[in-house]
């Protein structure tokens, strides 16, 4: 990933400065800090003016998540094809759920690196690129990139650090305390079930009289759904694994926001079959554990509106509407649903004054 990130998509952000005016290149960097990341991302976006003193984290997220909707507000359609082509390669070989996923994905990047100097120039075929196209062979060997990249060793190590004191015998202090640390937990203390699938509710931190300002409209959902409110508890935050999703009644959300989740919903009229929740507040009642949520119908539009002067191929489009999904902001309905059909948090961005674009994140241990 530091190939991809670091490597190529930094010099890529070079030639969309050079591509853009100075003044669309600003208003697309105050576009990219005004989308706020999940907490478990650790950090926000910093302007894009300063891409030149980003960590290579800030270009891994930009890339996976937010690049299709950005370089289709602001770049040219000719430009945008191509570089969507480069997206499909990448965000495929990071995360997939079906390995055939993978078949023939090699034609989606021969196609923008056969055409890469048509829009950045002719010394735009750097080493960088080429080696790209030994990424699927690795996959294929190793794994989806986001469980072999760098990124987990050196969050590891950055934690690890934390143990020494001063910077003196840094090795021989890393050693001794990783001893100690297996000492202490002489088999291993997490199963599958702790990483996936345990759920818990926490109730600390919860704002009750934000609660209370929903009470009418969750005794409304709670007696369409025979859900019986007297004795429930109710709570701010609700894990499954290692994956931790707040509300909006969570007193202490900090800068990121993480009450923004895609919902399982078989009546969704878009291919991903997942709307946009916005979680209020978790509950548990009858041996069950609730969210009460606004729940976001999604809309029939896709990234490729945007491309109206050029053709976007049918596979790009199948890729792009299976990440992204678009809602109106002012059109929603209050739900109680099963915190199981929670899937992930999410990223939101502005698509046009009144609709909204998201994505999912996946594998966010990875930020954690």
């Known amino acids: 990933m530091h190939l991809v990130c670091s490597g190529h998509f930094k010099i890529v952000i070079t030639y969309w400065e050079k591509i853009l005016l100075p003044g669309v290149f600003e208003q697309s960097s105050n576009y990219l800090i005004s989308i706020t990341l999940p907490h478990s991302f650790k950090y926000q976006f910093s302007p894009l003016v300063q891409y030149s003193q980003w960590k290579t984290k800030m270009f891994r997220d930009f890339l996976l998540y937010?690049?299709?909707v950005f370089v289709s507000l602001f770049l040219p359609n000719s430009p945008v094809i191509h570089f969507l082509h480069y997206f499909v390669y990448v965000r495929t070989l990071y995360f997939y759920e079906d390995i055939s996923?993978?078949?023939?994905i090699e034609k989606i990047f021969n196609?923008?690196?056969?055409h890469i100097e048509d829009y950045y120039g002719e010394k735009s075929p750097l080493c960088t690129v080429h080696l790209h196209l030994y990424l699927k062979d690795q996959v294929i060997k190793h794994g989806a990139l986001v469980f072999t990249s760098c990124f987990a060793r050196e969050s590891y190590l950055g934690q690890s650090i934390k143990?020494?004191?001063g910077k003196k015998y840094i090795l021989e202090q890393f050693i001794t305390w990783h001893n100690v640390d297996h000492s202490l937990a002489l088999t291993n203390s997490i199963k599958l079930n702790d990483m996936f699938y345990i759920e818990k509710l926490n109730e600390t931190n919860t704002d009750n009289s934000f609660i209370q300002n929903y009470q009418s409209k969750l005794n409304i959902c709670a007696s369409k759904k025979n859900i019986v409110l007297a004795g429930a508890i109710f709570y701010s935050r609700y894990s499954r694994g290692f994956k931790m999703f707040h509300s909006r009644a969570y007193t202490r959300t900090g800068n990121g926001i993480s009450y923004l989740v895609s919902v399982l919903n078989k009546a969704c009229p878009m291919v991903r079959k997942k709307c946009l929740g916005d979680?209020?507040?978790y509950l548990y009642s009858d041996?069950?554990?609730?969210?009460?949520?606004?729940?976001?119908?999604c809309i029939s539009v896709s990234i490729s509106n945007a491309l109206s002067t050029v053709s976007v191929p049918q596979f790009i489009n199948e890729k792009l509407n299976s990440y992204y999904g678009f809602y109106k902001d002012k059109q929603y309905s209050y739900k109680i649903i099963s915190v199981a059909d929670i899937s992930n948090?999410?990223?939101?961005?502005?698509?046009?004054d009144d609709i909204f674009v998201y994505t999912d994140v996946v594998c966010e241990w990875e930020h954690d």
């Open 66 to 68: 937010i690049s299709p």
């Open 101 to 104: 996923e993978l078949n023939n």
């Open 111 to 114: 196609y923008y690196y056969e």
């Open 163 to 165: 143990w020494c004191l």
């Open 279 to 281: 979680v209020l507040f």
């Open 287 to 297: 041996g069950h554990n609730y969210a009460f949520i606004r729940q976001y119908k």
């Open 345 to 352: 948090k999410v990223i939101n961005m502005k698509w046009t």
